[in-house]
């Protein structure tokens, strides 16, 4: 009953346009009065789901990537990877992935993607004959690499949301194949398109070129390694990493690409703490959520739904995965992450799935959410840059959603595709 | 007061399913339904699934939960009374704690947590916390000089490892074991079960049996649930939570014995041969600094003077 | 090496615009040019200017917007600091600050429920409004008052229940940082007022039908 009046609520003022952030707080303190709890327990709740020293990773890796967004590292890597693939069939579209796949290593969010690598690229493919629908769909659908490729602050919340037993350094190098996979499809798709609709090749800019805007693009490119290598070496916690980042790219962006300046400085970091307020301010409500989810005995309720239903590991897990890509629709991702861990990963493990294998599955699927509307952040900010309306974008991206999807499909079924990195450099 | 209505308490552990206290508490409730003829049992939320320790501590003071088991260093800033239990090396041995635990002091500790919302039920065993590492040997307290130590986020618990020498690196729980094992920190400390539940024995291969910590956990009621009880409800609460305390107990000695039998088996280093002395004068200073006040001080002296047996 | 560059704050969200037209109703037209807080799917990364051409209180309310932002930037830039002198510490100092994580953890609080303020009045926290956007005129404009509404409402509790909340927890200390544990629940009362004026603010100016 109480299940009910929360996800009642929920659902009448997400459908009236309420912010997903009130919905959740709402509808949590509608189901505290049902339970006649004061509404103490739900702001106590808000308060508890930011105040986790785990979480500071979210705000300083969203501001480290803002830095290198106008800190000039973003810029470069388009450069570099234009002078790598420019010249295959469908060039800037390659580029476009290819510079995704990149920049996802000095930034996860999906948003900061579109936004780096369309706000550059878009307007270049138009200029270069490219229709507009497929410079969107190929900038939206390669911007989740960065939630694959670390740092991924999203996979932070689901380490947090797990609980103890799994790792930020096993999960950060689990999603590295997957997010090279996933990049692989996407140029698939990219390919087949550009050849169905016939557009040009342009020539090999030599292998000079290669050399010498790598060269640029290397201050940036360190940063997932000085990330990755520094807690796989014990130099500094996930957290600790993020901070580094944030002071790193500081370094680059006024020492090295000299792009900074103190007025710049102060405008990023306004520009940083709005988005991180307004995840975390998502995180905190989404845990009051899960707290009266966890009240009302909802985990319990699934696990015995899908139980009743079947028994065959297969079916199983593509359960969990259409009820992810379906959630990931009409919700955001870092509340999402909150909710569905509790329900889902047990229902994973008892079918022998590892955790870390799961996070990155789950991590996927909420990506392809962000890119599905109606609640498609990714999808709405690529619509913007592009100047195209949504409807012209969902006519042709779903060769984009075969490549998401047969990725996930991988990564569901075959283990190795998370695992095999991990256990390598353990 | 009008009797409450037959109702299922709720009640949260940051243990999973399987573990003692929660186990206990599931016993507790099977009890206190055949007391109450039916009218009341408790259902836990085990696992953090309603927060954090110091969350829930907030919760269940609102109301919101009916009870809670929790870690005395997580009562610490709350109830000071509570601060005894944490001082370092206070318990001479687990005979002197239970003594101390189940007699009056115990009592007294417990009811010290009425002003602040809480009612103590009773006090659950949590084992005796040593120290372990990668591979440092800890005999005396020289040889932690300089060693980061991950210690639970609690003052007294920095002041004990920096006044053995050590530099105290309060951690959240979730990343002591990446941490172990990458070298941010050199060792942390806990009791037997906990050493090999949390994995953290294959990083952290040495351990050192300095015994410095015997603090209990607590069992505790919402005062608010609690006042709106009739008094024969009430008793039926501590009744059912006393029996508990043997059940608890029971479970837990086959724990240790268990993860003892693993850990061994896993080819671990345990130090066993280690003079507690200088480790007690090297603590002193948390004394001084925690336990002044005169009702802690009193306290102190009483709990010193309760014989073994 | 030349290369454009992405401009600071994008254009604003004209696929909306175009995919979700706003069909206007008389009273609420002039309101929803400046769009009203859920209309524009957000692109987080982008700021929103403040009123251009407010009254007295409309002046009071954007400063005291600015002053909150100001406050928030200098947060962040004090949470690098701290979270920096923590690695420092441990490793050129040997000594690992006690307080740093705690400390960093309460102002994320902090960040977190003045920013969200902040977020209210900007209209930048992500809302679904691919149904509203089709409902009749008088249901829309009725939908678009009752989010207000409730909203207001909700910061009514964080600062009823948030003054409550850090009154009960008085006489309580952090550990490691040996101040009161209200501390924690400070920004709420204050988080919500913000949240009261904003909601409010958007309602009058609804009301007035005034940009
Ligand atoms: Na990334
Ligand atoms: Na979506």
């Excluded at chain 1, 009065?33 to 789901?49: C, E, K, N, T």
């Excluded at chain 1, 390659?94 to 369309?118: D, K």
């Excluded at chain 2, 001084?288 to 009483?302: G, Y």
């Excluded at chain 3, 400070?186 to 007022?193: D, E």
Aim: hydrophobic share 50%; aromatic share 10%.
């Amino acid at each position: 009953m109480t299940l009910t009046v929360l996800l009642v609520t929920f659902a009448v003022l997400l459908l009236i346009g309420m912010p997903i952030s009130f919905c959740l707080a709402l509808s949590s303190l509608a189901a505290i009065f049902f339970l006649d709890l004061s509404p103490l327990v739900v702001l106590q709740r808000i308060f508890a789901g930011v105040n986790v020293f785990a979480l500071i990773a979210i705000p300083f890796f969203i501001y480290s990537g803002e830095i290198m967004l106008h800190g000039g590292a973003s810029e470069r890597m388009v450069r570099f990877a234009r002078a790598l693939v420019g010249h295959w069939r469908g060039g800037l579209g390659q580029v476009n992935v290819l510079t995704s796949l990149l920049f996802g290593g000095i930034s996860g969010s999906a948003i900061a993607g579109v936004s780096a690598v369309g706000g550059v690229l878009i307007p270049k493919m138009k200029e270069q004959g490219y229709d507009a629908d497929y410079a969107v769909n190929v900038t939206v659908s390669a911007s989740t690499l960065g939630l694959m490729i670390p740092p991924s602050h999203n996979m932070i919340i689901y380490a947090i949301a797990a609980g103890g037993g799994v790792s930020v350094g096993t999960l950060f190098l689990g999603g590295i194949l997957p997010g090279f996979v996933t990049a692989a499809l996407l140029m698939v798709a990219a390919y087949a398109v550009a050849r169905k609709r016939g557009y040009a090749t342009t020539a090999f800019e030599g292998w000079a070129m290669i050399g010498d805007s790598l060269l640029a693009a290397t201050p940036g490119l360190l940063m997932i390694l000085i990330i990755v290598g520094g807690i796989r070496l014990g130099i500094f916690t996930p957290t600790e990493a993020s901070a580094i980042a944030v002071v790193y790219g500081l370094a680059i962006g006024f020492w090295v690409y000299r792009e900074l300046g103190i007025k710049s400085f102060w405008k990023i970091t306004s520009n940083a703490t709005r988005t991180v307020a307004s995840v975390l301010f998502l995180i905190a409500a989404a845990s009051a959520f899960g707290w009266v989810l966890a009240v009302s005995d909802a985990p319990a309720a699934v696990a015995e739904f899908m139980s009743s239903v079947t028994d065959n590991k297969i079916v199983a897990l593509l359960m969990i995965n259409a009820a992810l890509l379906i959630l990931g629709a009409v919700m955001d991702m870092a509340p999402l992450i909150i909710i569905a861990t509790p329900i889902f990963l047990p229902i994973a493990q008892h079918f022998g799935m590892d955790p870390h294998q799961f996070g990155v599955m789950l991590i996927m699927n909420l990506g392809v959410g962000l890119i599905t509307p109606p609640v498609g952040t990714a999808l709405f900010v690529g619509c913007a840059v592009g100047e195209t309306k949504m409807e012209a974008i969902m006519r042709t991206i779903w060769p984009f959603y075969l490549a998401h999807l047969g990725a996930i499909l991988l990564v569901t079924f075959v283990p190795g595709f998370t695992l095999w990195i991990p256990e390598m450099l353990s | 007061v009008p009797a409450t209505e037959a109702r299922t308490f709720r009640s949260a552990d940051i243990h999973p399913t399987d573990y003692p206290t929660v186990e206990a508490v599931r016993y507790m409730s099977d009890r206190l339904e055949a007391l109450s003829g039916g009218e009341f049992d408790i259902r836990v939320y085990y696992g953090r699934q309603l927060g954090e320790e110091r969350d829930t501590v907030e919760q269940t003071v609102f109301g919101a939960i009916d009870i809670n088991r929790i870690n005395i260093p997580v009562l610490n800033n709350v109830v000071t009374e509570t601060n005894v239990l944490s001082l370092p090396f206070i318990f001479r041995s687990v005979e002197h704690r239970d003594k101390v635990l189940r007699g009056p002091i115990g009592r007294e500790i417990l009811d010290a947590m009425a002003p602040y919302g809480l009612v103590g039920l009773a006090f659950y065993d949590s084992g005796v916390r040593s120290f372990y590492t990668p591979d440092t040997a800890i005999r005396t307290p020289e040889d932690m000089t300089g060693l980061r130590i991950r210690v639970q986020n609690s003052d007294v618990a920095v002041a004990m490892v920096e006044d053995l020498g050590g530099n105290a690196t309060p951690m959240e729980f979730g990343q002591v074991y990446e941490a172990l094992r990458n070298g941010t920190i050199d060792g942390a400390e806990n009791n037997w079960p906990s050493y090999s539940s949390t994995r953290h024995f294959e990083v952290a291969r040495v351990y050192s049996l300095t015994q410095h910590s015997m603090v209990p956990e607590a069992l505790v009621m919402s005062k608010l649930t609690w006042d709106k009880l009739t008094p024969e409800q009430q008793g039926w609460v501590r009744q059912a939570a006393e029996e508990s305390i043997d059940e608890m107990r029971r479970l837990w000695d086959l724990r240790v014995a268990d993860a003892r039998e693993r850990i061994i088996a896993a080819g671990n280093t345990i130090v066993d041969d280690i003079d507690k002395t200088p480790f007690i004068e090297a603590v002193q200073p948390v004394y001084e600094k925690h336990a002044s006040d005169p009702v802690l001080a009193d306290l102190v002296r009483r709990i010193q003077e309760t014989p073994d047996d | 090496m030349t290369s454009t560059r992405p401009p600071l704050s994008r254009p604003s969200s004209r696929c909306t615009r175009s995919t979700l037209p706003t069909r206007c109703s008389p009273t609420l037209c002039a309101a929803s040019r400046r769009p009203p807080m859920t209309d524009v799917p957000n692109d987080p990364t982008e700021p929103r200017p403040l009123d251009r051409a407010p009254g007295p209180v409309g002046r009071l309310l954007n400063g005291a917007a600015a002053v909150t932002q100001f406050f928030c930037t200098a947060l962040m830039v004090v949470m690098t600091v701290i979270i920096s002198w923590q690695i420092f510490g441990r490793f050129i100092l040997n000594n690992t600050p006690k307080w740093s994580e705690q400390l960093a953890g309460v102002l994320m609080v902090y960040l977190t429920l003045l920013g969200g303020a902040i977020a209210v009045k900007e209209g930048r926290h992500i809302a679904l409004t691919y149904f509203r956007d089709r409902f009749p005129v008088k249901l829309r404009e009725a939908a678009w008052v009752v989010c207000h509404l409730l909203v207001l409402g909700f910061g009514l509790i964080m600062l009823v229940y948030g003054a409550k909340m850090a009154q009960l927890v008085q006489a309580w200390t952090i550990p490691t940082l040996g101040v009161s544990t209200s501390v924690n629940y400070w920004p709420f009362p204050v988080s919500g007022a913000l949240i009261v004026a904003f909601s409010a603010q958007a309602l009058v100016r609804a009301w007035r039908n005034t940009p």
